[in-house]
């Protein structure tokens, strides 16, 4: 039996996924569930006309390790664009290591540069910087989808990206068609899950690297 997409694209519709790692990630955390790279894709494959799905990811310098770059690898084979830049960090007192991977700028070059050969966007963050964006991408006649949850206390979306969006797909309601529901492969199988990092600020007491949410 094939499962029902949950989306709200049309099948004639032009589509594209933006998605930031970091913020979708920490919704999905809040809401109990790792996310199914392969389903996510094959979801919004599925009665419409998925051009790109782009994700984005910052990533700890080259010389150091980085628990995120199986996955990162995966989604570069399994169909996703993957748009990376490195962390960066910054001293603090007492041999603290603050690491910042914001990905807006990246997120809002590449979404208006491609909306010249898109009718929808589906944007998968919550936050409200890309209220604008938004607006921007709907003067040109593209419809937007915002996918984050309000099931979290506080609510995971900024209320006017919510009000922005031409739709509200809430993480929640999405989940039956991208929760990863098999259980955890050993280390080494594909597959890998989602990252753990936060996308604006990282803070290391012990002078470690980020910690990540590996398979």
Not at 58 to 76: H, M, T
Not at 91 to 114: C, H, S, W, Y
Not at 153 to 158: N, R, Y
């Amino acid at each position: 039996m094939t499962e029902e997409p949950i989306h709200h694209c049309e099948p004639y519709e032009r589509v594209a996924l933006f998605i930031d790692g970091a913020n979708l990630y920490q919704a999905a955390r809040a809401l109990g569930f790792d996310i199914d790279y392969r389903r996510l894709l094959t979801n919004f494959s599925t009665d419409c006309r998925l051009l790109r799905a782009y994700y984005y990811t910052a990533l700890l310098d080259e010389q150091e390790y980085s628990p995120i770059r199986p996955l990162v690898d995966w989604l570069e084979y399994n169909g996703y664009t993957m748009v990376t830049k490195p962390l960066k960090e910054y001293a603090q007192p007492l041999g603290r290591r603050k690491f910042k991977g914001n990905m807006d700028v990246e997120i809002t070059v590449d979404a208006m540069e491609v909306s010249a050969h898109v009718d929808h966007v589906v944007l998968f963050s919550g936050d409200g910087d890309f209220r604008r964006l938004i607006e921007a991408l709907q003067r040109r006649g593209i419809r937007v989808t915002v996918v984050s949850t309000i099931r979290t206390q506080p609510p995971m979306i900024a209320d006017e990206l919510r009000r922005q969006a031409d739709f509200f797909l809430d993480l929640a309601e999405l989940r039956p068609a991208i929760e990863r529901t098999h259980a955890r492969p050993a280390a080494g199988n594909s597959l890998p899950v989602s990252e753990d990092y936060e996308d604006e600020d990282y803070e290391d007491e012990e002078d470690e690297s980020p910690s990540y949410h590996g398979g």
